[in-house]
């Protein structure tokens, strides 16, 4: 390829994103400036250094808006669905917007712009990375099919909150035609994945299995595929297979874009992506030994299953004898073990969230008294989703009354503690912080050491309850959060607080996936494998279906589902999104799921009920009779399935299609 051929595409390249993402109209064709910055094409990418930095800054799109798990600045969609809220920004009012709908084709539209600047210059590293003269062969390959990744994974973010987009050509556009030539329609859902699953699949054949500790945020082989596993699992799902009420979403020239037929099959390809990971044999679930030590009288250092005669009795996966489920579940996410060292860490970002990442949702779930801003919280009807310690479900009608007396009759609650808390399942004490938990905030210096192991009450009146002159700084349900805490973590003067790498993809995603997948299928499905030189024969398989949830649940600290659940398909169906809505708690699923499901419509207009915040601690049991949140509003409408397309974006590009309940002003 000559250099004008060269430059040219390098154009097309910058042009193609552009067009859809900055500046005005004159901008597009004053492509001078470009060079002027970059040098020029063969200084760029035949020197390794300004590869690297060209490689980098596509990965720095990733961030802000771009996280997979994050605080509200950045994924609003991880707390404004069924399963967790927030209470400031300002007084509540965004929270009010989001939920009641009444957000705007301009707001939080940053990932549009990010996204395509991503794929404009993943595009332009895999055209011109092969002329590097400082770099290795494997290097060369490797460092492409990072830009390959990253490119479908921009595309990835894009159709989760837009459903299908324009995809670019990947050859090239011709720069001098006429502007309005330029335009790119949107593509049909279907064709979106198999783009996406397409590059991945040929990005995956080029990764390595493994990453060094300084390279752990970078794509492997497994992140590939997993992430093919996704796409998959979505569009296999009923908003996107079959979904004749999206009849209206349609291109420029009136042509559905989403599917308007069913087809099982794409639920044979999710599954065998799910299980193309796990045939890697490099993943598994996290877990922390067991060790019998002593508990403490203030905090229990472990919460230890009832006895089962089969998961007591044997090892991890078959049982819990050898590991301790709270701790295996806790430490997952709060920092105790670095990413290099999780194996069930197949994707992240590291610790490059700034801002707005994870520390910051630890902040605000933080109580007031201890620093914390006292924001973010759950629901009652997620509170209540998780069993009871021997895999029942939780008595709501009547809800149990009562109060522990002491420190000691009901571990892992302290005392004054509502028994309706006691005896659940290890993942609830890991994630909820229930009226009367305690908080570690160990790092505490010795000017605050009567902070370490606070209780704190949520109560009307109390430093942490609804409060008139912090009334922004309480939580709304009387139910927190301790998801990503560490026993570390204190914001007071001189207190620490652990890092918390993203589990933007982990196994645990890939097994659930793999069982949901199979669970639809009415019959035995030959796919190919992601090489084409193989195939995958798949089916409902029950047993197939328990080894890849068992493992989970088990980790967790209760039983598999029992028979009769896996026997049917509708109820498996039922159990296996109570378990996704556990397992990922806090994960930034919960609000496409139910897209997905197409269960917004009933789960998300169901209202919001929590503990009765108005009431002291002398009201203690009207504290706990639930009552709506009338400041959480509930609404659920069409349009609110896939967020809207800014007006400006229509505008540049003649051939977009805004999405169905928005509006386009021409």
Not at 409 to 423: H, K, R
Request: glycine share 6%; net charge neutral.
């Amino acid at each position: 390829m000559n250099y004008s051929n060269m430059k040219k595409i390098i154009f097309v390249s910058i042009l193609s994103g552009m067009l859809l993402s900055f500046g005005s109209c004159a901008g597009y064709l004053d492509m001078e400036h470009f060079f002027k910055d970059r040098l020029n094409v063969d200084s760029v990418f035949t020197k390794k250094d300004y590869s690297d930095q060209w490689l980098a800054g596509v990965y720095s799109q990733l961030q802000g808006e771009n996280a997979d798990v994050a605080s509200k600045g950045n994924t609003p969609f991880n707390y404004i669905s069924d399963d967790m809220f927030y209470g400031d920004r300002p007084g509540g009012d965004e929270y009010t917007v989001y939920k009641n709908g009444t957000y705007t084709e301009n707001n939080k539209q940053g990932s549009w712009a990010s996204c395509y600047q991503g794929i404009r210059d993943a595009s332009t590293f895999i055209d011109n990375i092969d002329m590097n003269r400082q770099m290795s062969q494997s290097e060369i390959k490797d460092t492409k099919a990072q830009a390959r990744f990253l490119r479908a994974y921009f595309y990835w973010l894009l159709i989760r909150k837009y459903g299908p987009v324009p995809i670019l050509p990947v050859e090239g556009i011709d720069y001098t035609a006429d502007y309005n030539a330029l335009a790119v329609a949107r593509n049909s859902y279907d064709e979106c994945v198999d783009f996406i699953t397409g590059e991945l699949a040929i990005a995956a054949k080029d990764l390595p299995l493994n990453r060094s500790a300084r390279y752990i945020t970078r794509p492997t082989r497994g992140a590939a595929l997993a992430a093919r596993a996704k796409v998959y699992i979505y569009a296999a799902s009923p908003l996107f297979n079959g979904n004749t009420e999206m009849s209206d979403l349609v291109d420029d020239q009136g042509r559905n874009l989403i599917a308007q037929t069913y087809d099982e099959s794409k639920w044979a390809r999710a599954a065998v992506a799910a299980k193309e990971v796990m045939d890697l044999g490099v993943y598994h679930l996290f877990t922390v030994a067991f060790t019998d030590t002593t508990q403490s009288l203030s905090q229990p250092k472990t919460i230890i299953p009832p006895y089962h005669a089969v998961y007591s009795e044997n090892n991890f996966p078959a049982g819990w004898k050898d590991i301790d489920p709270f701790e295996s579940y806790r430490q997952l996410f709060n920092g105790a073990v670095g990413p290099a060292a999780n194996p069930e860490l197949i994707f992240t970002r590291g610790f490059n969230q700034p801002n707005e990442g994870i520390d910051m949702m630890v902040l605000h779930q933080m109580p007031y008294t201890l620093k914390g801003w006292n924001t973010h919280g759950i629901t009652l009807k997620h509170c209540d989703a998780y069993y009871m310690n021997d895999g029942s479900d939780v008595p709501t009608n009547p809800r149990v009354s009562g109060y522990t007396a002491n420190n000691t009759s009901n571990l892992p609650l302290p005392a004054n503690v509502s028994l309706q808390y006691a005896n659940r399942e290890p993942r609830f004490y890991a994630s909820v912080a229930y009226n009367g938990s305690i908080w570690d905030n160990t790092s505490a210096k010795d000017a605050d050491i009567g902070k370490k192991f606070t209780q704190t009450f949520y109560y009307r009146g109390e430093s942490d309850g609804k409060q008139a002159s912090s009334p922004a700084f309480h939580i709304r349900t009387g139910i927190g959060i301790k998801k990503y805490v560490n026993p570390i973590d204190s914001w007071l003067i001189g207190g620490g607080v652990v890092p918390k790498a993203e589990p933007a993809i982990r196994y645990a995603e890939v097994l659930l996936i793999y069982a949901e997948a199979l669970n639809e299928l009415t019959k035995s499905y030959t796919v190919a494998n992601y090489t084409g030189e193989g195939s995958i024969t798949v089916g409902r398989d029950v047993a197939e279906m328990s080894n890849a949830i068992s493992p989970i649940r088990i980790r967790g600290g209760v039983p598999d589902f029992d028979a009769s659940i896996y026997a049917n398909a509708d109820l498996f169906r039922k159990a296996l999104k109570r378990e996704r809505e556990i397992e990922l708690f806090a994960e930034n699923h919960r609000y496409y799921d139910l897209r997905r499901w197409k269960d917004a419509p009933v789960e998300e207009a169901t209202p919001v009920w929590g503990c009765n915040m108005n009431m002291t601690k002398a009201q203690r049991d009207l504290f706990y009779e639930p009552v709506v949140i009338s400041s959480l509003p509930t609404i659920f409408a069409k349009k609110m399935y896939f967020w809207p397309i800014s007006q400006s974006e229509l505008k540049r590009n003649k051939k977009l299609t805004q999405n169905p309940g928005w509006t386009y002003y021409y």
